[in-house]
């Protein structure tokens, strides 16, 4: 199935592509990037050949996380092929994109274009794709997972109940479109202090009881932490990290073998 005709071509499985899993949040700024971004790299660290794929448009921020901002070449079947960085196949809208001006367009085009943009990108043989959803559960939402065969999707949320009832929202969406709902990731659980105490600033457990409540896994808690923050703004994710020296790391290590 090619490109073209978008609206009408039913959806189909990526060639070459073993599983396809997205990482989707009902609401922004949880840290749906930084997790897909880190699961990648603990999913390829286990010796799987991954891909991440950066579906936001309005505000891609897999460049940043993996400090790789070329524009990517097309192949011989006008397919693009995706960047490499620390041994993940990686793709963006922000790749395409001209400088940092923002994208302007509407509903039904952002559409088209994801449509386009899923279908034509050069991913060879992987493992694992993992597609770093837009946060919400709208039009795109929808696009995607209707464009491409999703195996499996991971939702993202804070403990805080303005997050927990978006998180709620994105698996009804799964559910609805069968896409298997993989389990829950609580991130932004807790700071630890140098004195060894968990600070719950956003509420103590809130994503493992959401998980009981929506019966559905809980992944993982990932806590609020300032190494995971600062590799997130200089391009090599936390998971890089050795698990023993990072218990953020160690983390992501367990979430990805699961
Ligand atoms: P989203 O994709 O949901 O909008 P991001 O992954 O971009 O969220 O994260 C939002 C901000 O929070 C980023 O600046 C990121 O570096 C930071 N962040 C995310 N998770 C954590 C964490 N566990 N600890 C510290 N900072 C985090």
Redesign the pocket.
Known sequence: AAGGMSGSVGKSSIPGVKRIIAVA?G???????????NLAVALAASGAKVGLCDC?LY?P?VAQ?FGVDEKPMANEHDEIIPLEAHGLKLMSMGFLLDDRSPVIVRGPMATRYTQQFLRQVAWGDLDYLVL?LP?GTGDIQLTIVQTVTVDGSVI?TTPQEVALIDARKAVSMFAKVNVPILGLIE??AWFEGDDGKRYPIFGKDGGVREAEYMNVPLLGQ?????E??ER??SGAPVALVSPEKSK?SAAFHEVAAK
């Open positions: 949040s609401k922004g700024g949880v840290g749906k990037s930084t997790v897909s971004a936001d505000g921020s996380m770093d946060p993202v991130n932004m990932i806590p609020i932490d300032i995971t923050r997130g703004d953020v």
